[in-house]
C-alpha cells in the first residue's frame, strides 16, 4: 500500500568557460562531443544523489516550521501541553514514502490505481483464503470469549460474530503488526497530504490522547493511515467510541480483548445499530426490478420488495418479523454479481468503512462465523478491472449529462452504478450498473 515516489532529476549546474574550451589541463586536445557527453552523464549522476536528500532536508526544515509556527498555537489553544508535544514530535519527521502526499510546491493528482482492496475487482475482495482465515479465527475465538461477547451483546445490543468479524477484519484479531509512528503518519498527512484538514483534526486528536493520559507517546502505534490498536480507530473514533470493558481503569485498544470488542460495539451503536436486526439478505432480482433502484434512499418495506418478485437465496422466506421493516437493494457488482436486500445495519456497517464491499464482508464473515462457511449462492462476474482514473471519467461524463453520481472520485459507488443503469435504459442498452471498458468509450 506504499508507493515510492521516484526521484526527480534536477538540472546540472551550467559549465564554465574553461571546461566549454575542449582542451585538458595539459592542452591535449579532446574530442568536445565526447568530453561533453561523459561530463553531461557524471553532473545527471550527481544530481541524482545531491538532489533528493537537499530536497528532502528542505521539506524537514519546513515540517518543523509548520510544527511550531502553525500547529502548536492551536494545540496549545486545546490545552496541550508543550511537554506533550515536543514529546509527540521528537525525532519525528515526514515520511515521504506514505501514500496521498501531495509535496510543497506540487500539485495533487489522482491516481490511475488505487491500492487498497476495496478499491479492486469486487469477487477479489471475497477470495475464499481471505475470508475463511477471518471466519475460521473468529470461530476459534467465539469459546474463548464467550463470556465477553455475551456480556457485550447484553449491554450493547450488538451480536459477537459481528464484532469477531470486525476484529479478524481489521488486524487479524490483533495479529497485524502496527509498524507505524502514529505522530510521522498523522503529521507526515496533516503537513502535506491531499486531506490535510481531516488528518490535522485528527493529529490534535491523538495529542488529546496522550495528554489526558489516555495512552503514552510510545504506545501510539498505528497503521499507514494513522488508525489505532485492534479495532483501527483513528484518534477522533478512540476519544469518542473506546471503553475500559474490563475494568482495570484504562482504556487499551492495543492489549484488551474485552476493550477491543466492546469498544467496536459501542461504535456500531452510536452509528444507529438496531438490536435484534441483523444485516442483510441474499437475494435473487428478476430482470423486471431495475438495479437503479439501489440505494440506502431508495428503501421500501420487505413486503414490497418481494411483492416485485425479489426472492430470498435457497427458497428461504424472509423473516416474518423483516416484512414491514424497511430494506435496501444492494447489488455491489450490479448485474456482475450477487444481490442483496440490506437493512440498516449494513449502512451502520459502512460507518467503520464508507465502503459496500467493506460492510458486505463483515456482514457475510458474521454469518458464517455464526452458521458455518457458506459462500454467496450468486458468482461475481469478471468486472473491476478498470484503472480508477477511467472510472473518474466516466463519472465527470455522467455530471455532465445531469446525473448524480456522488463524487467523480474514481470509485464505483452506489449512485454511480444507478446512475449508469439509468443512462443504459435511456439510452435503449440492457442495464448492468456497472462501469466497463466499452461505457468508458461510450460516454468519452
Not at 503529521?187 to 491531499?194: I, V
Not at 502505534?221 to 485492534?230: T, V
Not at 485498544?253 to 461504535?267: C, F, G, K
Request: aromatic share 10%; hydrophobic share 40%; charged share 20%.
Amino acid at each position: 500500500m506504499i508507493v515510492a515516489r521516484p526521484f526527480r532529476l534536477v538540472p546540472s549546474t551550467p559549465l564554465c568557460p574553461a571546461e566549454l574550451s575542449g582542451r585538458t589541463e595539459g592542452g591535449v586536445k579532446e574530442r568536445k562531443p565526447l568530453r561533453l557527453a561523459l561530463f553531461s552523464f557524471f553532473a545527471v549522476l550527481l544530481a541524482v544523489f545531491l538532489s533528493t536528500p537537499a530536497s528532502a532536508a528542505k521539506i524537514d526544515d519546513q515540517f518543523r516550521a509548520w510544527l511550531q509556527n502553525d500547529l502548536w498555537p492551536q494545540a496549545k489553544a486545546k490545552s496541550i501541553s508543550k511537554k506533550t508535544f515536543d514529546a509527540a514530535f521528537d525525532g519525528i519527521k515526514p515520511n515521504l514514502k506514505l501514500p496521498d502526499l501531495v509535496k510543497p510546491g506540487e500539485k495533487a493528482t489522482t491516481p490511475q490505481k488505487q491500492h487498497q482492496a476495496e478499491f479492486g475487482s469486487p469477487g477479489a475482495y471475497f477470495a475464499e483464503k481471505t475470508v475463511r482465515a477471518v471466519t475460521a479465527g473468529g470461530r476459534a475465538r467465539e469459546a474463548t470469549n464467550a463470556g465477553t461477547l455475551a456480556a457485550i451483546e447484553k449491554r450493547y445490543g450488538v451480536p459477537g460474530e459481528v464484532l469477531l468479524a470486525i476484529w479478524g477484519r481489521e488486524t487479524g484479531y490483533g495479529a497485524a503488526k502496527m509498524p507505524y509512528d502514529a505522530f510521522e503518519v498523522l503529521g507526515t498527512k496533516a503537513f502535506m497530504s491531499t486531506k490535510k484538514d481531516f488528518f490535522r483534526t485528527e493529529l490534535l486528536a491523538a495529542l488529546e490522547i496522550v495528554e489526558r493520559g489516555l495512552a503514552p507517546v510510545g504506545a501510539m502505534k498505528s497503521s499507514w493511515a494513522g488508525a489505532l490498536g485492534q479495532p483501527q480507530f483513528m484518534p477522533t473514533s478512540f476519544l469518542k467510541h473506546a471503553v475500559d470493558f474490563d475494568g482495570d481503569g484504562r482504556v487499551d485498544i492495543w492489549n484488551s480483548t474485552p476493550d477491543v470488542l466492546a469498544s467496536i460495539a459501542n461504535y456500531l451503536v452510536h452509528y444507529g445499530w438496531v438490536k435484534g436486526r441483523g444485516w442483510g439478505f441474499e437475494v435473487t432480482v428478476p430482470e423486471t426490478v431495475s438495479c437503479a433502484l439501489e440505494g440506502p434512499d431508495q428503501g421500501k418495506k420487505i413486503s414490497e420488495w418481494a411483492a416485485m418478485g425479489i426472492k430470498r437465496v435457497g427458497g428461504k422466506p424472509f423473516p416474518a418479523s423483516e416484512m414491514k421493516a424497511e430494506g435496501f437493494l444492494l447489488m455491489p457488482a450490479g448485474r456482475s454479481g450477487p444481490a442483496f436486500i440490506a437493512t440498516p445495519n449494513f449502512y451502520v456497517l459502512k460507518e467503520y468503512n464508507t465502503s459496500d464491499l467493506y460492510a458486505l464482508f463483515i456482514g457475510h464473515g458474521a454469518d458464517r462465523i455464526a452458521h458455518g462457511d457458506q459462500n454467496f449462492a450468486g458468482s461475481w462476474g469478471a468486472v473491476g478491472g478498470l484503472h480508477r482514473s477511467d472510472i473518474a471519467a466516466l463519472q465527470r461524463a455522467l455530471e455532465a449529462k445531469g446525473y448524480d453520481v456522488g463524487s467523480a472520485d474514481g470509485l464505483p459507488g452506489f449512485k454511480t452504478r444507478r446512475s449508469i443503469g439509468k443512462w443504459q435504459a435511456k439510452s435503449g442498452q440492457a442495464a448492468t450498473c456497472f462501469p466497463d471498458a466499452g461505457l468508458v468509450a461510450a460516454l468519452k
